[in-house]
């Protein structure tokens, strides 16, 4: 079942900008965890945030996580052109379940 | 690190004939695997959830007879499109965890997807 919700579905920036993407999610979770895809192509993990943390860095990405709320945030700050592809938040709850999907974010970072 | 490994990558079949995708965990035992379904410009879809040893778990509104799941050993879990039409043409990507590590390591592991096209 579907249980994580991405605002906005799609977002389109200039190179340099930053761009955040939202995921609500509807149950406990274990973590929260950010994919990016390409494209046609294969999930690539980006990060992990477990449901005991706020906020975690990355290189170039930031993500927040309040359980209160339900929500997280992933912030590409400097974007490139090369950052243009799809976002995914995935739950994660206890045990040896499958990660639940949002709906995603189509981002396009014009060059 | 672990790895999952799923193949083939692509594939083009005709309808009416049956697919067969394979997806191994490389450098662990998965008891568990996890099938999903993403059509374009869509999310991820859990299809099943397969089981090594027993059978698999089938999502609501999934047909267990049109998708048959056999985890036949601890590395291994195949996905089998019987009869395939075209509105099965999809991608299909599995997962799997390292149990090894705990709950120390919840990272999820998927395999490169393979994309389904039926003509």
């Known amino acids: 079942s579907q249980q994580g919700e991405e605002d906005p579905q799609a977002l389109s920036i200039q190179e340099g900008e930053n761009a955040t993407m939202n995921c609500s999610y509807k149950t406990s979770i274990n973590n929260l965890q950010w994919y990016r895809q390409n494209s046609g192509r294969g999930l690539v993990h980006l990060i992990l945030i477990r449901s005991n943390e706020r906020e975690k860095h990355s290189g170039r990405l930031r993500v927040t996580l309040d359980t209160s709320k339900k929500s997280s945030s992933l912030l590409i700050t400097a974007s490139r052109a090369a950052d243009t592809a799809s976002y995914f938040c995935a739950t994660d709850a206890r045990g040896n379940t499958p990660l639940v999907f949002g709906k995603g974010t189509r981002l396009s970072v014009i060059a | 690190g672990a790895v999952v490994s799923q193949h083939p990558s692509w594939v083009i079949c005709k309808s009416g004939t049956s697919v067969k995708i394979e997806c191994r965990s490389l450098?662990?035992?998965?008891?568990?695997m996890f099938w999903y379904r993403q059509f374009p410009k869509q999310s991820l879809m859990l299809m099943a959830t397969?089981?090594?040893?027993?059978?698999?778990?089938?999502e609501q509104g999934v047909e267990k007879d049109k998708f048959l799941i056999n985890h036949a050993s601890l590395t291994l879990s195949t996905l089998t499109v019987t009869s395939a039409h075209p509105e099965d043409s999809s991608f299909y990507i599995c997962?799997?965890?390292?149990?090894?590590?705990?709950?120390?390591?919840?990272?999820?592991?998927f395999g490169q997807g393979t994309r389904l096209t039926v003509v």
């Open positions: 397969s089981n090594e040893g027993s059978k698999a778990t089938y």
């Open positions: 450098d662990f035992q998965a008891t568990t």
């Open positions: 997962s799997a965890r390292d149990p090894r590590t705990g709950s120390l390591r919840t990272e999820a592991f």
